[in-house]
């Protein structure tokens, strides 16, 4: 599912030097709603990450291997997109499974049990940036919330609410009656996207998001037509230095098996040498969906 892309042939100039900061993520993400039908409540989700993943130390990147993985399998046929170093994004992404495994994959209250892990998955990562700040203190757990003579109580208490957060997690599947939905967090707050139906994160969340914004995207745009969009958009973000060059995009639909869409097929090489940067209105037609789903062999 790896992929190399043709380098963006864009006139923007890159700046020389990029101030690296604890929430400065080697990655993109990207999420979208796609041929939603509001009457039937159906629908269908793409998901995109770069390979770029990063390692810190003390919160700070110093290093990066654009052969690894942002996506993720998660229960009851949902997948999460992670951006964070690779170190932490294991060990939350595992905590998230255990919670989601949890659910009842027949409860119809699914999207709420979800936004619920994810919760406690924030909680989770909030402790390890705790027990982060303490450990550069020497101070243990139980001496900072027992310990009334603790010396430097006033500046652990400044630290941890000054502390960056650089986790950020997408999550797209369906619920019991096939409806997609589609969630955001950065471990404080979550949120849902129905419409214009997309969430971007990581580092060059910035250009993915000023170009899907461009295209107008939104849910009711075909699978087709927002594939393409996506794979623009992936592309430009690469603008940003600190986005890989290769990466995996995966296409949910309910009760079906998820399509690998990232390779680059002649389709839609055609299509950038067609549509960029001209009108993809006509994308959204059939005959569009048939040389798309030809090309990347997905089924009815």
Known sequence: MITKLRRWSGNIRLPRRVKRGKADLMTVTIGALCGVKHTSQTGNIILCADTRITYC???????????????????????????????????VISYLWEEMSRINPEDERRAALIKLALTKTGEYIRMWMRREV???????????????????????????????IPTQIIIGGFSTTGSPFLLFTDCVNIQEQTNPGFFCGGAGADKALDWLNRRKQNAFMSVQ????????????????????????????????PPA????DQPVIER???????RSTDVLDQDAAWQEFSGEYAIGA
């Open 260 to 263: 690998n869409i990232g390779t």
């Open 225 to 256: 037509r927002t594939a393409y969009h996506i794979h623009e958009a992936k592309r430009f973000a690469e603008l940003s230095p600190l986005v890989g060059p290769f990466h995996h995009i995966l296409l949910l639909r309910h009760q079906k």
């Open 134 to 164: 303490l450990a550069r203190y020497g101070v243990s757990l139980d001496e900072f919330l027992h310990d009334d003579r603790l010396v430097n109580r006033g500046d652990i208490c400044r630290e941890i609410e000054e502390f960056s």
């Open 271 to 277: 299509w950038l040498r067609d549509f960029y940067p």
């Open 57 to 91: 130390s003390e919160g700070v990147p110093v290093t990066s291997n654009d052969g690894g993985s942002k996506l993720f399998e998660l229960p009851m046929g949902f997948y999460g997109l992670i951006a964070d170093d690779v170190s932490r994004s294991l060990h």
